[in-house]
């Protein structure tokens, strides 16, 4: 079997090719790593311990109320939020993507929160999803 020696030349002009974006690569990661390191900040473990609680409040407000989870955290919140209301609440995502619904139950039948209700509620739904998760975390 022959082999073309254009194509060997073309093998490794490609081979040099990768190797020299790898260095430059390799040196602009240094480059930016070094940077980095003068902004670098340091918080206490309560203010991380806060950061995280209040990341897994709002997975829990944004993703798992409007959910028939079974989370037990998420169970607990629903029922708090539905005592302190005095009413059972809904909680769903309609279809056409405009957010979190929450719907409460009349004699009527079902009619969705107002503006004002809806603020004092999420308000209040967040304050509740704090303290939960923090009780709740180690």
Known sequence: MTVNPFLVKSVMRTYDQHQEAGRRIARFKKYMDRGGQQDSVSISKEAKRRQLVEKVAGEIVDNLIGSDTANPVVREIKTQMAKEFGQDVLFRYPSDGSGLQILKKTDQGVAELTNGEKDAFMRR????????VNETML
Do not use: F, G, I
């Not at 739904?125 to 939960?132: F, I, Y």
């Open 125 to 132: 739904l967040w304050e509740v999803a704090l303290t939960r």
